[in-house]
Nanobody, 121 residues
Framework: QVKVVESGGGKVQPGGSLRLSCVAS????????MGWHRQAPGKQRELVAD???????TYADSVKGRFAISRDDSKNTVFLQMHSLNTDDTAVYYC???????????????WGQGTQVTVSS
């Protein structure tokens, strides 16, 4: 079994910055991709950014130039550095981890429970 836990959310003023972290633990053989999605009230969950095992990144147009995703494979951790936050960034941010688990090398796809980011003055 694999567990995914996010941290780092909170309340910040417009123009501020936050850094989210997500740690995957458990019977992990390898991780293929890690990513961040978000869901604002009344809206569908959307991709914010993701990163593959070889470091290829994808960003939503709305966050390009403001957010940066990175990963530390030695700690099965992915980060989302967010700058120039605005009220449209207010949402619950979810971490998603895709990989292969012990002992049968089975593919997994797990989500964390989410961390709230609120941008407000």
């Amino acid at each position: 079994q694999v567990k995914v836990v996010e941290s780092g959310g909170g309340k910040v003023q417009p123009g501020g910055s936050l850094r989210l972290s997500c740690v995957a633990s458990g019977s992990i053989f390898s991780i293929s991709a890690m990513g961040w999605h978000r869901q604002a009230p009344g809206k569908q969950r959307e991709l914010v950014a993701d990163i593959t095992s070889v470091g290829i990144t994808t960003y939503a147009d709305s966050v390009k130039g403001r957010f940066a995703i990175s990963r530390d494979d030695s700690k099965n951790t992915v980060f989302l550095q967010m700058h120039s936050l605005n009220t449209d960034d207010t949402a619950v941010y979810y971490c998603n981890v895709v990989g292969f688990s012990y002992p049968r090398n089975e593919e997994f796809d797990y989500w964390g429970q989410g961390t709230q980011v609120t941008v407000s003055s």
